[in-house]
């Protein structure tokens, strides 16, 4: 069987962003192979512990799918200062097509477009895809998956950190469909009292205060920060009240634009023009609102550029719907051309987490080779770019850890989903499907 074929049973999705289908980017021709190691987010470091403890597993991922869509290279994108895991993979490499690319310490070095940028000095075309540029990225993880599914392993757990305010900072394996709950056990517990969950990263993942929500095959971690922490008071700002500040202070000073990583890249981003969609109804906001279409969400503008605390990147996300809403796209017509003073407005992470307050929290999150055993798992059957995949076991069945539960009609997007634990399916819905081990 092939190796496209045995990543779709497998149901391997990205594993570090939306959760896009694996198998379909297994299926193209491509120059460049690009092993996504950076972690920018702050607080987060299961990338760094995965290349720390299963190097052979990561690279032998990357071989297989540089041989699979016949690239001729591969680039591994690590930040310099991580220097063990540099070194973890940089003696596995050695004499093989794949190569170091060493990343500076700045947010958001992760992001696709910078990536494929720093390794390849391509630019991904407006609104394009890796592919685009002849170049397939994926999570380290993802690889991680992909080495398994070459020996029939299906994607049953997920490579997690538990950070903030936890007792035992840490890094491990868990079964998809854990409670939020059961991940704050394992870590020893919160710190404080009265806390927010930060799911996947403080600058791109939510803020939730729901310990039952559970992981995803694209959960990333999660931090705990104290209720009264700035972030969490500035989170739960209601859009109505972000948008009236926005209006009334705003005094387009353009730093959210000038440190903006996208238009440092080239591409037409420009949030101080995306604020003025704020004072403008309906028949205005539209012009304003196309300088949104492009932004990647980091949300370097609303918690670092900004000097009056103001929030562009909601600004930014509340245009693309609208856009999106009215079935517009805006297309850049000048060229990409990567900005003169790039490198100089690169911002370092130290700088942002000082900037945010979470420096405090940066602890070290070891990997922990035992896993939490939950006595159920909640299981969600959309958690990747695509259609839901639909149930084909039934309320009461027994299943085995791997047995596959829910599946991807031929010809759709999708993924498939397998049991994370043994035990009897409890529930059965569109929705989810929870097994009771
Ligand atoms: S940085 Fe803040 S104040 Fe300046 S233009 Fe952007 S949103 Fe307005
Ligand atoms: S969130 Fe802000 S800084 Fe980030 S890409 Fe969008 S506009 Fe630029």
């Not at 020996?151 to 903030?164: E, N």
């Amino acid at each position: 069987m092939n190796l496209v074929q045995k990543i779709f049973d497998a149901g391997v999705v990205g594993a570090g962003g939306a959760g896009f289908p694996t198998h379909v980017k297994a299926k193209s021709s491509v120059e460049f192979v690009l092993a996504n190691g950076a972690e920018c987010e702050p607080l987060i470091h299961k990338d760094f512990e995965l290349m720390c403890n299963f190097p052979d597993e990561i690279v032998n991922g990357v071989e297989l799918m540089t041989k699979q869509t016949s690239a001729k290279k591969a680039y591994f994108g690590i930040k310099a200062k991580n220097v063990e895991a540099v070194d973890e993979i940089e003696k596995r490499i050695k004499e093989t097509k794949t190569e170091m690319c060493l990343l500076g310490d700045f947010y958001p070095s992760g992001d696709e477009y910078e990536l494929v940028y720093a390794a390849t000095k391509r630019l991904i075309p407006p609104h394009g895809l890796p592919l685009d540029v002849g170049c397939v990225v994926n999570n380290v993880e993802t690889f991680y998956n992909i080495s398994r599914a070459i020996d029939d392993k299906p994607v049953t757990q997920k490579f997690i950190s538990v950070a903030g305010c936890v007792k035992k900072p840490s890094s491990f394996f868990v079964p998809i469909g854990t409670s939020f709950q059961e991940l704050l056990n394992h870590a020893g517990g919160s710190t404080v009292s009265d806390y927010g969950i930060f799911v996947s990263g403080i600058l791109m993942g939510k803020l939730t205060f729901d310990l039952t929500e559970v992981v995803t095959k694209t959960t990333s971690g999660i931090i705990i920060l104290p209720k009264e922490h700035y972030l969490i008071n500035r989170m739960e700002r209601p859009k109505a009240s972000m948008n009236r500040i926005g209006k009334s202070a705003c005094d387009q000073c353009s730093y959210c634009t000038e440190f903006c990583p996208r238009y440092l890249l080239g591409y037409d981003v420009q949030p101080h023009k995306v604020m003025r969609s704020l004072v403008f109804s309906t028949s205005g906001e539209a012009v304003w609102n196309q300088y949104a279409d492009l932004c990647c969400s980091c949300g370097l503008c609303s918690l670092y550029s900004c000097p009056e605390d103001l929030y562009p990147r909601e600004a930014c996300d509340q245009g693309k719907a609208e856009l999106k809403k009215q079935g517009m796209i805006y297309e850049q017509l000048k060229p990409v051309k990567v900005h003169p003073i790039k490198e100089g407005r690169r911002v370092p992470l130290k700088q942002l987490m000082k900037r945010i307050d979470v420096l405090k929290y940066d602890n070290h999150t070891p990997y922990v080779k035992e896993s939490p055993k939950p006595t159920q798992v909640k299981i969600l059957l959309k958690q990747h770019v695509g259609v839901a995949a639909k149930p084909v076991i039934k309320l009461g069945a027994i299943v085995n850890e791997g047995t596959l539960i829910a599946d991807i009609e031929e010809g759709k997007l999708g993924s498939r989903i397998h049991a994370s634990i043994s035990g009897k399916v409890t529930h059965v819905s569109e929705e989810f499907i929870r097994i009771t081990g």
